[in-house]
Nanobody
Framework: QVQLVESGGGLVQAGGSLSLSCVASGRTFSRVTMAWFRQAPGKEREFVAG?????YYADSVKGRFTISRDNAKDTVYLKMNSLEPEDTAVYYC?????????????????WGQGTQVTISS
């Protein structure tokens, strides 16, 4: 079992920045692929960014978002810059205990409760 707890969401104006954190517990964190997904109202959940030994991003956030991890703290981060109203969504932290490099939500075994990110125009 892996427990994930996100924090850091909020309301920010377009062009601003936010940072999200996700603390994991219950498994050897360094071997797990971690990712951020998001889900906007009326839309499907979509991949945002992932990290194991390297990072990978959705095209819509490349150059604006940065995913990182601190294995000593069992924590993954998402730094979001140049935020746009289209980035408004509930952001979820997810863990793939198989350690793959995948973007499909079905590949991820554990999910956090989500944190709301709202960007005003």
């Amino acid at each position: 079992q892996v427990q994930l707890v996100e924090s850091g969401g909020g309301l920010v104006q377009a062009g601003g920045s936010l940072s999200l954190s996700c603390v994991a517990s219950g498994r050897t964190f360094s071997r797990v692929t971690m990712a951020w997904f998001r889900q906007a109202p009326g839309k499907e959940r979509e991949f945002v960014a992932g990290i194991k030994w390297s990072t990978y991003y959705a095209d819509s956030v490349k150059g604006r978002f940065t995913i990182s991890r601190d294995n000593a703290k069992d924590t993954v981060y998402l730094k979001m810059n140049s935020l746009e109203p289209e980035d408004t969504a509930v952001y979820y932290c997810a863990a793939d205990v198989q350690g793959g490099i995948r973007m499909a939500s079905q590949a991820f075994d554990y999910w956090g409760q989500g944190t709301q990110v709202t960007i005003s125009s």
